[in-house]
């Protein structure tokens, strides 16, 4: 079955760096893009980044443009988050989800498989 | 932006209640919408997409229509696993997708 599988969470003071990791299992990952999408304790979701399945095209959300990097290693069904400069308001769970392609009549993208998240935590 | 407005923000309901929860856009997203479910301490769940096409596996009390600015989610009969919140999320504008406040549903 689809699994998604975040790793590299923590707590990191701000202005540091961290690493996030995303396995995926169990679909040909080199023909999906990937999204990461977070959660602030207690709060809503927000877009934060795509990657393409070819991972050649990235998109970011205004609040981490510049400081958060989206990679994804096809050979290795791996995607990663990159983020520096890291500041209190990126605290949040943060989740990997596959993007479907569906298309009847006209096209739709579907967030359909998440992983159980990552929980980042930026505090002094 | 596309801006997302939920509406009710909270309700109380009992198992087996009809409940409806509606999502407002602030511009036209024709069909391209979907609706998630997410209980404590998990990930969201695709329940509907294209505004009204049930997710695979997704139990058929699920049901989604609208297009345009206005879309709503019904729950026929409420069961104890759909105590839960609700996201709406426009994809008019992908990839820079964005979700509803959220609707939470809890038990009366």
């Known amino acids: 079955q689809v699994l998604l599988v975040e790793s590299g969470g923590g707590v990191v003071q701000p202005g540091k760096s961290l690493r996030l990791s995303c396995a995926a299992s169990g679909f040909t990952f080199s023909s999906y893009n990937i999204h990461w999408v977070r959660q602030a304790p207690g709060k809503g979701l927000e877009w934060v980044a795509i990657i393409w399945y070819h991972g050649s095209d990235k998109s970011y959300a205004d609040s981490v443009k510049g400081r958060f990097t989206i990679s994804r290693d096809n050979s290795k069904n791996t995607l990663y988050l990159q983020m520096n400069n890291l500041r209190v308001e990126d605290t949040a769970v943060y989740y990997c989800v596959r993007d479907r392609y569906w298309f009847n009549t006209t096209g739709y993208y579907l967030f359909d498989y998440w992983g159980r998240g990552a929980l980042v935590t930026v505090s002094s | 932006d596309i801006h997302l407005t939920q509406s009710p923000s909270f309700l109380s309901a009992s198992v087996g209640d009809r409940v409806t929860i509606t999502c407002r856009a602030s511009q036209g997203i024709s069909t391209y919408l979907a609706w998630f479910r997410q209980k404590p301490g998990k990930a969201p769940e695709l329940l509907i997409y294209?505004?009204?096409t049930l997710q695979s596996g997704v139990p058929s009390r699920f049901s989604g229509s609208g297009s345009g600015t206005e879309f709503t989610l019904a729950i026929s009969s409420l069961q104890p696993e759909d105590f839960a919140t609700y996201y709406c999320?426009?994809?008019?504008?992908?990839?820079?997708?964005?979700f509803g406040p959220g609707t939470k549903v809890d038990i009366k």
């Open positions: 294209a505004a009204s």
């Open positions: 999320q426009q994809l008019n504008f992908y990839p820079r997708v964005t």
